[in-house]
């Protein structure tokens, strides 16, 4: 008998390109990770890694064995969704939904969303990881999460995989924090060219927010200026209100700025994010996704235009 959970880590290896990093995706130890897929080639009688460099590859068996359980894995997730849906008949949605989202939505919008799905579901869990939305389509797309709720900033591209199907939300809208005695301070919208020459706090450099900080000042030489960066945009906040520097915060999830603080749109381009959720398509008749979906639809519409 093959173990599934131990198929499930080696897709994790061949998606990640290591143990390690398989490992950290799956919140488990390298070590259980290793075990897992030394379980698997005993019980296969052939090896399914390799050695290479300082990493791993799949060998052919492994490729073969990765491709040939996609299919099966997704069929099991169908026969769970209609177990869970003939379990539903009766006005009841049970089982678990997996969720992971960007934290702005998590405080913005799935907490209340939350509260409103325990009250109308008891015997629905519905456990929460947070994580950029890169990692969150993988983590949908194979299998370790079941619903995602990610961000697509303008014209910075977000891959999704042929297994999933995108359920668009609403669009977000970023301005320009700054402080209140800011010479631009004053503006009804800001163009890139108003913004060429101040200094930022921004996210990290590998996420999209800061890609699209990068895409804002497309065309305008040195710009943007970073001095701090950090992951938190109530942090953003904080340091724009000592006036060392500007911020763009999307208003999913951002309170009051307080009197010290302005918020600016940007035009030309404008600053907008589309937010959708993503699952995979075998999940199509799971009651808690459609109960989930649902809820998240219905506390959308007042966020869309804000």
Known sequence: ???????????????????????????????????????LERETGVALLERVGRGVALT??????????????????????????????????TGELRIAAFSTVVRGLLASVLVELAAAHPDLRLPVRESEPWETVALVASGQRD???????????????????VTPLFTDVADIILHRD??????????????ADQRWVATFETTICRQWLRRLFDGIGGAPRVLYESME????????????????????????????????????????RDIVAVHRRSQADSPGLRATLAALLAHSGAHGGE
């Open 1 to 39: 008998m093959i173990d599934l959970d131990a198929v499930h880590s080696l897709r994790t290896v061949a998606r990640e390109g290591s143990v390690a990093s398989a490992a950290s995706a799956l919140g488990f130890t390298p070590s259980a990770v290793s075990q897992q897929i030394k379980r």
């Open 60 to 93: 052919a068996a492994g490729s073969q064995l990765v491709v040939g359980s996609t299919p099966i894995l997704a069929d099991l997730e169908r026969l769970r969704a209609d177990l869970h849906a003939g379990a539903g008949e009766n006005g009841r949605v």
């Open 147 to 165: 619903l995602g709720i990610v961000h697509q900033w303008g014209g910075v591209a977000l891959a999704i995989p042929e297994n999933l199907v």
């Open 182 to 195: 800011h010479p631009l301070a004053h503006r009804e919208v800001l163009h890139p060219a108003d913004l």
């Open 233 to 272: 945009f109530e942090n953003h906040i904080a340091l724009a209100r000592t006036g060392a520097v500007v911020a763009l915060v999307p208003r999913l999830g951002r309170g009051d700025l307080g009197p010290d603080l302005v918020a600016v749109p940007t035009v030309e381009p404008a600053s907008t």
